[in-house]
């Protein structure tokens, strides 16, 4: 069946240093990758869609990868703030199906 | 453009009880989206609806919960006979149809059963 495994957390850093959290999936059909992020009390966000193959996306500071031979994809940020602080899933959309398969969710923890 | 809305945020609940969920989606989105997300987990899709019509309410546990969406737009999430083990966030969230477009969540409604 379709599978999203991601990075498991919670995961620590300082501010200023970089972020990467790993996301892998597994389908038969055309995939197409989200990066979703929750704040505390709030509901999940759409950070942003993945991007084809071998191409960046970037928002509020986070770029996204994608490589289709690993079927896996990666959200980056070069420096991180406390205000980062939150729990980033990576979610998957199989083929036209409009459901989402979700992975568990990491927590960032960024220490001032 | 106003976001989804739900209500109530918080619930506290004796076992046995019933509630119900209440969500306005954003004004155009035809598909509507309940979710559970357990405390620390992903959420947990229960039931989806394009316009009034059920289209996947596979893992909805049908003996105690209940959706509908009479008229396309707002929906209600019930559940009969609360057990603890329902406690979690329950997210309500909207989409258009048509390619994989940006699916927006509410800010949920937190239930507590003791």
């Known amino acids: 069946g379709d599978s999203v495994t991601q990075t498991e957390g919670p995961v620590t850093l300082s501010e200023g240093t970089s972020l990467t959290v790993n996301c892998s999936y597994e389908t038969k059909q055309y995939p197409t990758l989200f990066w979703y992020v929750q704040y505390p009390g709030e509901g999940p966000q759409l950070l942003f869609k993945v991007p084809k193959a071998n191409e960046k996306g970037s928002n509020r500071g986070f770029e996204a990868t994608y490589n289709k031979e690993a079927t896996s994809f990666h959200l980056q940020k070069a420096s991180v703030q406390e205000s980062d602080s939150a729990v980033y899933y990576c979610a998957l959309a199989p083929g036209s199906n409009y459901q989402l398969i979700w992975g568990s969710g990491t927590k960032l923890i960024i220490k001032p | 453009e106003a976001g989804v809305t739900q209500s109530p945020r918080y619930a506290v609940l004796q076992e046995g009880q019933a509630v119900s969920f209440w969500c306005d989606p954003i004004?155009?989105?035809?598909?509507l989206y309940w979710y559970q997300q357990p405390r620390d987990q992903g959420p947990q899709l229960l039931v989806y609806?394009?316009?009034?019509?059920?289209?996947?309410n596979s893992q909805l546990p049908s003996d105690r919960f209940s959706a509908v969406r009479p008229k396309g737009t707002n929906s209600t999430l019930k559940i009969q006979s609360a057990k603890q083990g329902d406690t979690a966030t329950y997210l309500c969230a909207s989409s258009r149809t048509g390619g994989h477009t940006e699916v927006f969540f509410g800010k949920g409604t937190r239930l507590t059963v003791v």
């Open positions: 004004s155009g989105h035809d598909t």
């Open positions: 609806f394009r316009d009034e019509a059920v289209i996947d």
